[in-house]
């Protein structure tokens, strides 16, 4: 079993950054590829950014160029980076990995674990 716990979440206004966490327990990451998801009220779960394990990447695309993940294994933490923060980016931001050697991204339901979610909001 892995968990997962996000943090870094809050209240920002249009144009700021936020860096948020992803902290795991009871499995080493080394092995995972890790996404950062988000669901806004009234729609559905959607990927921003994965990371496989061997370090490549994926990104939403509107998220391309404002998003950075990163992991660190030896921390056992997923890192989400972003910058010039929209309103439209207001959502529960979670953390997920997903086992096994092949890897899909953005799909959702091939992620075995996930944390609780961490809030972000951004005013305009």
Known sequence: QVQLVESGGGSVQAG?????????????????????FRQAPGKEREVVA????????YYLRSGKG???????????????????LKPEDTAVY???????????????ERYDYWGQGTQVTVSS
């Open 66 to 84: 404002r998003f950075t993940i990163s992991r660190d294994n030896a921390k056992n933490t997923v890192y989400l980076q972003m910058n010039s």
């Open 94 to 108: 979670y953390c997920a990995a997903q086992a096994g050697v092949r890897w899909t991204p953005a799909v959702a």
């Open 16 to 36: 700021g950054s936020l860096r948020l966490s992803c902290a795991a327990s009871g499995r080493t990451i080394s092995s995972y590829a890790m996404g950062w």
């Open 50 to 57: 994965a990371i496989g394990w061997s370090g490549s990447t």
